[in-house]
């Protein structure tokens, strides 16, 4: 048997020499996949029903079966609309939606979807990765979540460098990763990472899907090296493929080949230069000859067109089926669906390799070095909440001395509430797009068994907690000295407890709204429709006492309220020894005017801690229910 081919950074085909093919450290179980009868469908779309169609499902893959095997480069591919996504998804358990039917076994014992993740790695077309991490960082953080618990650290670290070496990612392992087009890693780049990062996990089977999209010629080859490697590995590979290059058509040695409307019409090896394949084709009836020098691959996708049936009058997928081809294939399945006599189904005790206290660890761990390589949402926040503590203090300068008129008073508390506005809604909608991306990364990861939803909430919502609070004592140093409150340890505690917690809920608000909404324009529109109603009812601009009684209660319900209730209240309420211009004393008017009491501090404290907790457990809580990528 020939040594399998492999593509060189040229897009030149070379022979793998088979004594010297690279290896992992840590030991794998090679494994087949089996499928019988997949049938998938959805629900018909509307305007198909417009046009009189009866049923109530599209068949989008009409019972397609084969088998892919350890150390075999499988080629998925087909026409637009053939499926070949579609049957990888299903494949791979992807699939939000729609209806799946047939047997699907994992070197002969049935699928489960929970085992499944564990042995499997799944490499999407849309290379999605967390732009402010390092390359080797994100290897480290797929090697720490998804290996066995009893792999320790030394060997962690080795395989992550070997996978690193296979994948030839070495060079670029101190690169930011980076956002796609914008900066970081080059597409091809991203393609290998993408790949190490499913290698790290130590699977047994990857699906890839369209590695080579996007790539020029050179690109496309030293991804498809790559890809020959995993395979040379003993590793069971997949990939979908569109329209490849002769070379790359080569280095495959099996196609599964799907025609428009999700049926297989040729599942087997190619051979060398495709030579099964053009046997195949040309020993059917008025199929014209491949001409000298064209791609094997191109003339297979145009000679079994839908066109092309109508003008042989016949139907590939029938042909298929009554060849020599169909019944080995059929044998060969029902061999691989009967489990290998010794063998033990795949188990795991629990359904991901780390615990619940580990994934939290390792989700925070990234959030922290995400935010610490992101100084345009940290620093900036940082600076901007600098300038308008500046700004404000300067504006309103010694203010907080000055009691002793309501105009004086009016101006202190406005210069409170505008700040907790201007800067909270500035916190509430630049953390909307951190969290957006974030949020398609967990997608990914998620959907490959690294971490379920919780961990991933609790690591965005406790990396904010620090940034917050030195953001609360950067505004707080500076509007406290240059307004000029009263420097007291319980009136200074009181004004940073409630600037601290009033950045956290507007932030965890943010956040919760980008959770429950399909992106962050929806989220910015949604949340700045609720800054604005707050903005109402936050009891500066009609004052709690003078809101209409059947509107009153959303005022209790108005966060912003809450805030600039404790804020006042601590600062003004509990003055008795400084009287207004018509004699009645600050504390009396505070109380009398806008409802605030110093001696219901403790409601109001009770209020921002509880609506910051709210916000965030909703935040939580979205993410696990809300799925708004739909497969």
């Known amino acids: 048997m020939e040594p399998p081919c492999i593509l060189t950074g040229s897009g030149e085909i070379s022979r793998a020499d088979t004594k010297n093919k690279k290896g992992m450290v840590l030991p794998f179980t090679p494994l087949s996949i089996t499928f019988n009868n997949i049938k998938y469908s959805v629900d018909m779309p509307q305007e198909m029903k417009d046009k009189d169609i009866t049923e109530d499902r599209l068949l989008l893959l009409k019972g397609v079966s084969g088998a892919f095997r350890p150390g075999t480069l499988t080629a998925l591919m087909g026409v637009s609309g053939a499926g070949k996504t579609t049957l990888l998804d299903v494949l791979a358990g992807r699939k939000t939606s729609g209806y799946i039917e047939g047997d699907i076994y994992i070197s002969g014992y049935p699928k489960k979807q929970e085992t499944f993740a564990r042995i499997a790695g799944y490499c999407e077309q849309s290379d999605i990765h967390s732009p402010h991490v390092t390359v080797y960082e994100s290897l480290l953080f797929s090697a720490w979540l998804r290996l066995p618990p009893e792999v320790d650290l030394e060997a962690r670290k080795m395989h992550v460098e070997d996978v690193a070496e296979l994948v030839e990612l070495i060079p670029l392992r101190g690169a930011l990763v980076g956002l796609p087009g914008v900066n970081g890693l080059s597409t091809e780049q991203r393609k290998r990472l993408t790949i190490a990062v499913e290698l790290v996990a130590n699977p047994s089977i990857i699906f890839m ?245 919780l961990p991933y909430a609790f690591a965005q919502v406790v990396i904010e907690i620090p940034h917050i609070f030195l953001q609360t004592v950067v505004y707080g140093l500076i509007i406290y000295t240059l307004i000029g409150f009263d420097w007291t340890v319980q009136k200074f505690f009181w004004y940073m407890f409630f600037m601290y917690f009033t950045f956290m809920y507007f932030t965890f608000y943010g956040m919760m709204a980008v959770a429950m909404t399909p992106n962050s324009d929806i989220a910015a529109l949604a949340s700045t429709a609720f800054y604005a109603i707050w903005n109402i009812f936050a009891g500066f601009i009609i004052p709690r006492p003078r809101i209409p009684i059947w509107w009153r209660w959303y005022s209790w319900a108005c966060p912003v309220a809450w805030t600039l209730y404790g804020l006042v209240a601590s600062q003004f309420g509990d003055i008795t020894d400084v009287k207004l211009e018509d004699g009645e004393i600050v504390k009396d008017f505070i109380d009398r005017f806008f409802g605030f009491t110093h001696d219901h501090l403790g409601y109001a404290a009770t209020a921002v801690v509880g609506f910051t907790v709210l916000f965030s457990f909703m935040f939580a809580f979205s993410i696990k229910v809300f799925n708004f990528q739909i497969r």
Request: aromatic share 12%.
């Open 209 to 453: 899907d369209e590695p080579t999209s996007g790539l020029d010629a050179t690109a496309a080859a030293i991804v498809m090296r790559t890809v020959r490697n995993t395979v040379d590995t003993g590793r069971t590979v997949v990939c979908t493929i569109h329209q490849p290059s002769i070379d790359i058509f080569e280095a495959f040695d099996e196609l599964f080949l799907l025609k428009w409307g999700g049926e297989e019409i040729y599942v087997g090896p190619l051979g060398h230069k495709s030579c099964h394949l053009i046997k195949y084709f040309e020993g059917l009836q008025g199929v014209k000859k491949i001409k000298d020098g064209c791609n094997p691959a191109t003339w297979m996708l145009e000679v079994t067109t839908v066109a092309q049936e109508a003008i042989l009058g016949c139907n590939f997928a029938e042909v298929y089926r009554n060849s020599y081809l169909y019944r080995k294939n059929k044998i060969l399945v029902s061999e691989l669906s009967t489990p290998p006599p010794g063998s033990k189904d795949l188990y795991f005790p629990t359904q991901y390799s780390q615990s619940f206290i580990t994934q939290c660890m390792a989700c925070l761990w990234k959030q922290h070095k995400s935010y610490w390589r992101n100084p345009s949402y940290t620093a900036n926040r940082i600076f901007f909440t600098a300038l308008i503590a500046f700004v404000f203090g300067t504006i309103f300068l010694s203010l907080g001395k000055k009691v002793g008129k309501r105009q004086d008073l009016f101006d202190a508390l406005g210069s409170m509430y505008a700040a907790v506005l201007l800067i909270g809604v500035q916190n509430g909608l630049t953390v909307q797009p951190i969290v957006d991306v974030e949020r398609t990364v967990f997608y990914r990861e998620k959907a490959a068994g690294m971490y379920s939803a």
